[in-house]
């Protein structure tokens, strides 16, 4: 069986594997990190949104051993400490979330989508969001949330710049 | 401030936004095995010849069973819900033993060490079928000629209802407009899928699920497998979303646990989203033909309803009683001589249906508002004015309509003026008007839905009437814990709702205690005994009720004991600004105080049982009945047939509003599912009874990019039939937006002789209305 080495919220794993085992797997049954779930078979839902290399990836569709040598980071390595990472804290507040099953996948895509436009209108949201699915909240308090996260994101990095 | 009517955030999400959750198919004990189950390929078929020996010897694999394994402890699923006396209910064998009657049914399990390695040996059971014919159209099924699902036939029942005299109604009305309208058959999609792990504990077994139902659940479990309910206990962890779907005592349940008894192992099941698709049970699928007579100026003189109802294959725990929660609402919110309804049930070889969100409400509502748009266009009105000359007027509240419901209150007036203020109505119209002269190839179209539901269901009396087998009472305990801190015991399970926020809110304002001394319990019947569970908007109107008569009960203890602490007489204590005073002085106790002071039980009033903890268990008098008017503008291209939703105005009067947070967030999600039926999504079924939508790449739910931003507000009626004036908000949305989208597509189409499209109204069905082809 294949010997891969992976750091997943910042603790680093050595683990045997099955080729055919999906990273969500590895990171659920194998390593206990149950924040991130699992909503399909296809790789539509998105709920199972991690970071690989600081991209996003849906984590059903990838194999534990392609995430050999690679940095993951999911719902629980998000916070530091008691402090939540700022799209956590525009989650709650705008009330984005009901069930919150969906949520893991949406704060880890909303992240990834602020990388690359750290102030996206609500269509480049709406836009960047069409792989997660949420069957809860109708999305537009993720729409606000990901607004506010987005504000809260440039002001941190205004604050740390100057 | 008090807290109810306050947008606090949710103290549920702490966990969820951080990862540290508590899903079913989180759960790891130590020997767990993991169940796969094999399923009908065919939509119907006589099992010939079951061989599971090549996959028991695979390797991991604990066990393979087959049906037969458990034919004589298996029991029939139950359907809780015997609508008529002479209803069939068909033998429904969790695992199928001799036939199977839809694709997806469970013919066998293999129990293995992992999850992979029971999937892997189901490829290796070998199972020969001798096929039989498959009924899948409502119409031929009910003909002489079709081949028969059941032995018994495919009418399961006929439900008649009617008030007033139907005839007199019709017979020379000036107007009548007949219709027939299909409700598409919907996959409710919960984005959790369903999971269940069984494990023995102590003298019985202890069953996690991710269930709307844990106490009913328990009930069932205990009367389907013979497991005493008392050495059963049924716990619903975090529940990832329901809607319905998970208001269900399934297959996959019934034998996860059997399979724990038979091994005395711990045992999991966890859906793929294939599976579910399959085998969750399916909402909706009616055909409704529908008339309405009315007078030249649009008075509505009688509603006349024939419904089939697709059962699917069996019968589960409400399936025939979904299309008659809506046998009380296609008369909506209007006034009328006359209503008559007749429901027929009939089996398919497809998936059985069962609740999805408004379970009924909706299909009535849809066709009775597409109706009136209809009617509308008939008598040459704007829809709105039909439905004001029509409408019961808010001075005649309370109103018995012609169905025999008691509307308690309700302003339609109010509620449609904000609506039509937000939305812009005159305006929009103009520049429909404009467009049509125009000619322009994308018009607009406007929708309109002025909706009303039955919800808080419900009156266990009423429920009994209508030989549902269970009551709708809820209960709550209020505990006070020595330190001032309180737990809420609740039977009213949350699986997204907000509960314990909306909770705690109640019992802060009750008995004066800071909103985060409230910890709510629910969930498990071990710690929340009784319960009639969640569904049907009941929550808050019937759940949260019982918490507050539970908080007066502790309220009216604890007033005793500070009567006894500050030396006074009870009669002279009240419970005012968050504390018990003694009138006219400034002394004062907090129940914080008193509920040390319980505690320690040194020195209480003679007599007095030393514990403030109280129960209540509340059955209503009436449903509750949230309306409001909701508007929706479309352009439709006619050239391709794609619309886009401009906006949509959602005004709704749920009354009284706890936390108007949560109710948005209601309405907002309600909005989506009932978008997404008239425009996305359709499970569909090929000629062979084969179901080509089992992933989310062909059942469209949709995503952000598919849906507008709504603009939602309220009108606040409150209901007189409870202390809270609440009436509850989980399917409103769901209810009324379906007919208020395809009316705008219809109001868009009007001017090239189109009267209706069938959902979901995709471009391609839009385009063939446009162009004379069947919708
Ligand atoms: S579980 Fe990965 S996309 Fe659905
Ligand atoms: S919050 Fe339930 S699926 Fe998004």
Redesign the pocket.
């Not at chain 2, 012609?402 to 109505?425: P, Q, V």
């Given at each position: 069986m294949p010997r891969i080495t992976v750091t997943v919220d910042g603790i680093r794993y050595d683990e045997e594997v099955e080729p055919r085992l999906l990273l969500v797997h590895l990171l659920r049954d194998r390593l206990g990190r149950t924040g991130t779930p699992i909503g399909c078979d296809t790789g539509n839902c998105g709920a199972c949104t991690v970071m690989l290399d600081g991209k996003s990836a849906k984590s059903c569709s990838v194999l534990a051993v392609q995430a050999d040598g690679c940095d993951v980071v999911t719902i629980e390595g998000l916070a530091t400490g008691d402090r939540w990472h700022p799209m956590q804290t525009a989650f709650h507040q705008e009330h984005a979330?009901?069930?919150?099953?969906?949520?893991p996948g949406?704060i880890m895509a909303a992240i990834d989508l602020l990388a690359e436009d750290p102030d996206p209108s609500e269509e480049a949201i709406r836009e960047g969001l069409e792989g997660n699915l949420?069957?809860?909240?109708g999305y537009c308090n993720i729409v606000r949330a990901v607004r506010r996260g987005a504000q809260a994101m440039n002001e941190a990095s205004e604050v740390t710049t100057s | 401030m008090t807290e109810v009517g306050r947008a606090r955030r949710r103290k549920e999400d702490a966990r969820l936004v951080t990862g540290r959750t508590r899903w079913t198919d989180n759960i790891q004990l130590p020997g767990m095995l993991y169940v796969a189950f094999l399923r009908s390929p065919m939509a119907h078929a006589r099992i010939i010849r079951v061989d599971t020996g090549a996959a028991a010897a695979q390797p991991g694999v604990v066990a393979v069973f087959s049906g037969r394994d458990f034919a004589d402890e298996q029991g029939s699923l139950p359907c809780a819900w015997p609508v008529t006396e002479d209803l069939v209910v068909p033998d429904h064998p969790p695992m199928a033993v001799s036939e199977v009657r839809y694709v997806g049914e469970a013919v066998a399990c293999v129990v293995a060490t992992d999850r992979y390695k029971a999937a892997d040996a189901l490829s290796a059971i070998e199972i020969d079928y001798e096929p039989l014919p498959a009924v899948l159209d409502m119409t031929e099924a009910l003909t002489e000629a079709s081949p028969r699902v059941h032995e018994a036939g495919n009418k399961a029942f006929t439900w008649r209802f009617a008030g007033g005299d139907i005839e007199a109604a019709f017979d020379g009305a000036p107007v009548v407009v007949e219709r027939t309208y299909v409700q598409q058959r919907l996959i409710p999609s919960a984005?959790e899928p369903r999971a269940v792990v069984a494990t023995p504990d102590g003298e019985g077994f202890t069953v996690y699920s991710a269930t709307q139902i844990p106490h009913i659940l328990r009930v069932m479990l205990a009367m389907t497998t013979g497991i005493p309910e008392h050495r059963l206990r049924v716990v619903a962890p975090d529940v990832?979303?329901g809607f319905g779907s998970k208001l269900q005592v399934t297959a996959e349940e019934v034998l996860t646990l059997l399979i724990t008894r038979r091994l005395g192992r711990p045992v999991k099941w966890t859906e793929s989203r294939s599976e579910g698709n399959l085998t969750v049970h399916h909402g909706r699928d009616q055909l409704q033909r529908v008339a309405v007579a009315a007078e030249l100026d649009g008075r509505i003189r009688g509603v006349k309803v024939d419904l089939l109802a697709d059962m699917g294959a069996y019968l589960m725990l409400v399936t025939p009683g979904v299309p008659l929660l809506g046998a009380f609402m296609y008369n909506g919110i209007y006034k009328m001589d006359a209503y008559d309804f007749a429901c027929t049930g009939v089996f398919t070889t497809k998936m059985p249906t069962d609740a999805y969100r408004g379970a009924g409400r909706p299909e009535a509502t849809y066709a009775l508002e597409r109706l009136i748009d209809e009617l509308a266009a008939e008598v040459g009105l704007d829809p709105l004015e039909l439905r004001r000359r029509n409408w019961i007027k808010h001075e005649e509240f309370p109103y018995t309509t012609i169905a025999g419901l008691t509307y308690d209150s309700g302003n339609y007036e109010a509620a449609t003026d904000r609506a039509m203020t937000l939305f812009g109505y005159d305006k929009l119209r103009a520049e429909q008007a404009d467009r049509r002269d125009r000619r322009d190839p994308v018009q607009l179209g406007i929708g309109t839905s002025t909706y009303t539901e039955m919800c808080g269901l419900a009156p266990s009396r009423v429920l009994g009437s209508l030989a549902y087998g269970a009551g709708g009472w809820e209960h709550a305990g209020v505990r006070m814990l020595p330190t001032g801190k309180v737990e809420v015991v609740t039977g009213s399970t949350a699986h997204?709702q907000g509960h314990a926020t909306a909770w705690s809110q109640i019992v802060a304002d009750a008995l004066g205690v800071p909103f985060d001394d409230v910890a709510v319990l629910h969930g498990d019947t071990a710690v929340a005994s009784r319960g009639m569970d969640t569904y049907g908007s009941r929550s808050l109107t019937v759940g949260g009720i019982a918490v507050l008569q539970a908080c007066e009960k502790v309220k009216e203890k604890a007033r005793q004991v500070a009567a006894h602490m500050m030396e006074a007489s009870a009669d002279d204590v009240e419970y005012t600004a968050g504390a018990f005073r003694v009138r006219g002085t400034g002394t004062a106790r907090t129940i914080q105080e008193i509920a040390l002071a319980v505690f320690a039980a040194h020195d209480l009033p003679d007599g007095f049982e030393p514990a403030l903890d109280a129960d209540a268990t509340y059955d209503p008098a009436n449903f509750s009945f949230p309306h409001g008017t909701h508007l929706c503008a479309i352009e439709v291209d006619t050239e391709t047939g794609a619309s886009r939703i401009r906006s949509y105005v959602a005004v709704d009067d749920v009354g009284k509003v706890v936390n108007p947070l949560i109710v948005e967030g209601q309405v907002h999600g309600g909005l989506a599912q009932g978008i997404a039926q008239a425009l996305f999504e359709e499970a569909v079924y090929d000629s062979e009874g084969n179901l080509l939508t089992t992933t989310m790449t062909d059942y469209l739910l949709p995503s952000a990019a598919d849906l507008p931003e709504f603009v939602t507000d309220r009108t606040e009626t409150p209901a007189t039939s409870n202390p809270l004036g609440v009436k509850g908000v989980g399917e409103a949305g769901t209810i009324a937006s379906t007919p208020a989208v395809v009316n705008a597509i219809v109001d868009a189409l009007r001017p090239y002789g189109v009267h209706d499209v069938r959902m979901p109204c995709t471009p391609e069905r839009v385009w063939r209305a446009l162009n004379g082809g069947a919708a």
């Amino acid at each position: 069986m294949p010997r891969i080495t992976v750091t997943v919220d910042g603790i680093r794993y050595d683990e045997e594997v099955e080729p055919r085992l999906l990273l969500v797997h590895l990171l659920r049954d194998r390593l206990g990190r149950t924040g991130t779930p699992i909503g399909c078979d296809t790789g539509n839902c998105g709920a199972c949104t991690v970071m690989l290399d600081g991209k996003s990836a849906k984590s059903c569709s990838v194999l534990a051993v392609q995430a050999d040598g690679c940095d993951v980071v999911t719902i629980e390595g998000l916070a530091t400490g008691d402090r939540w990472h700022p799209m956590q804290t525009a989650f709650h507040q705008e009330h984005a979330l009901q069930c919150g099953y969906c949520t893991p996948g949406m704060i880890m895509a909303a992240i990834d989508l602020l990388a690359e436009d750290p102030d996206p209108s609500e269509e480049a949201i709406r836009e960047g969001l069409e792989g997660n699915l949420c069957r809860c909240t109708g999305y537009c308090n993720i729409v606000r949330a990901v607004r506010r996260g987005a504000q809260a994101m440039n002001e941190a990095s205004e604050v740390t710049t100057s | 401030m008090t807290e109810v009517g306050r947008a606090r955030r949710r103290k549920e999400d702490a966990r969820l936004v951080t990862g540290r959750t508590r899903w079913t198919d989180n759960i790891q004990l130590p020997g767990m095995l993991y169940v796969a189950f094999l399923r009908s390929p065919m939509a119907h078929a006589r099992i010939i010849r079951v061989d599971t020996g090549a996959a028991a010897a695979q390797p991991g694999v604990v066990a393979v069973f087959s049906g037969r394994d458990f034919a004589d402890e298996q029991g029939s699923l139950p359907c809780a819900w015997p609508v008529t006396e002479d209803l069939v209910v068909p033998d429904h064998p969790p695992m199928a033993v001799s036939e199977v009657r839809y694709v997806g049914e469970a013919v066998a399990c293999v129990v293995a060490t992992d999850r992979y390695k029971a999937a892997d040996a189901l490829s290796a059971i070998e199972i020969d079928y001798e096929p039989l014919p498959a009924v899948l159209d409502m119409t031929e099924a009910l003909t002489e000629a079709s081949p028969r699902v059941h032995e018994a036939g495919n009418k399961a029942f006929t439900w008649r209802f009617a008030g007033g005299d139907i005839e007199a109604a019709f017979d020379g009305a000036p107007v009548v407009v007949e219709r027939t309208y299909v409700q598409q058959r919907l996959i409710p999609s919960a984005m959790e899928p369903r999971a269940v792990v069984a494990t023995p504990d102590g003298e019985g077994f202890t069953v996690y699920s991710a269930t709307q139902i844990p106490h009913i659940l328990r009930v069932m479990l205990a009367m389907t497998t013979g497991i005493p309910e008392h050495r059963l206990r049924v716990v619903a962890p975090d529940v990832g979303g329901g809607f319905g779907s998970k208001l269900q005592v399934t297959a996959e349940e019934v034998l996860t646990l059997l399979i724990t008894r038979r091994l005395g192992r711990p045992v999991k099941w966890t859906e793929s989203r294939s599976e579910g698709n399959l085998t969750v049970h399916h909402g909706r699928d009616q055909l409704q033909r529908v008339a309405v007579a009315a007078e030249l100026d649009g008075r509505i003189r009688g509603v006349k309803v024939d419904l089939l109802a697709d059962m699917g294959a069996y019968l589960m725990l409400v399936t025939p009683g979904v299309p008659l929660l809506g046998a009380f609402m296609y008369n909506g919110i209007y006034k009328m001589d006359a209503y008559d309804f007749a429901c027929t049930g009939v089996f398919t070889t497809k998936m059985p249906t069962d609740a999805y969100r408004g379970a009924g409400r909706p299909e009535a509502t849809y066709a009775l508002e597409r109706l009136i748009d209809e009617l509308a266009a008939e008598v040459g009105l704007d829809p709105l004015e039909l439905r004001r000359r029509n409408w019961i007027k808010h001075e005649e509240f309370p109103y018995t309509t012609i169905a025999g419901l008691t509307y308690d209150s309700g302003n339609y007036e109010a509620a449609t003026d904000r609506a039509m203020t937000l939305f812009g109505y005159d305006k929009l119209r103009a520049e429909q008007a404009d467009r049509r002269d125009r000619r322009d190839p994308v018009q607009l179209g406007i929708g309109t839905s002025t909706y009303t539901e039955m919800c808080g269901l419900a009156p266990s009396r009423v429920l009994g009437s209508l030989a549902y087998g269970a009551g709708g009472w809820e209960h709550a305990g209020v505990r006070m814990l020595p330190t001032g801190k309180v737990e809420v015991v609740t039977g009213s399970t949350a699986h997204g709702q907000g509960h314990a926020t909306a909770w705690s809110q109640i019992v802060a304002d009750a008995l004066g205690v800071p909103f985060d001394d409230v910890a709510v319990l629910h969930g498990d019947t071990a710690v929340a005994s009784r319960g009639m569970d969640t569904y049907g908007s009941r929550s808050l109107t019937v759940g949260g009720i019982a918490v507050l008569q539970a908080c007066e009960k502790v309220k009216e203890k604890a007033r005793q004991v500070a009567a006894h602490m500050m030396e006074a007489s009870a009669d002279d204590v009240e419970y005012t600004a968050g504390a018990f005073r003694v009138r006219g002085t400034g002394t004062a106790r907090t129940i914080q105080e008193i509920a040390l002071a319980v505690f320690a039980a040194h020195d209480l009033p003679d007599g007095f049982e030393p514990a403030l903890d109280a129960d209540a268990t509340y059955d209503p008098a009436n449903f509750s009945f949230p309306h409001g008017t909701h508007l929706c503008a479309i352009e439709v291209d006619t050239e391709t047939g794609a619309s886009r939703i401009r906006s949509y105005v959602a005004v709704d009067d749920v009354g009284k509003v706890v936390n108007p947070l949560i109710v948005e967030g209601q309405v907002h999600g309600g909005l989506a599912q009932g978008i997404a039926q008239a425009l996305f999504e359709e499970a569909v079924y090929d000629s062979e009874g084969n179901l080509l939508t089992t992933t989310m790449t062909d059942y469209l739910l949709p995503s952000a990019a598919d849906l507008p931003e709504f603009v939602t507000d309220r009108t606040e009626t409150p209901a007189t039939s409870n202390p809270l004036g609440v009436k509850g908000v989980g399917e409103a949305g769901t209810i009324a937006s379906t007919p208020a989208v395809v009316n705008a597509i219809v109001d868009a189409l009007r001017p090239y002789g189109v009267h209706d499209v069938r959902m979901p109204c995709t471009p391609e069905r839009v385009w063939r209305a446009l162009n004379g082809g069947a919708a």
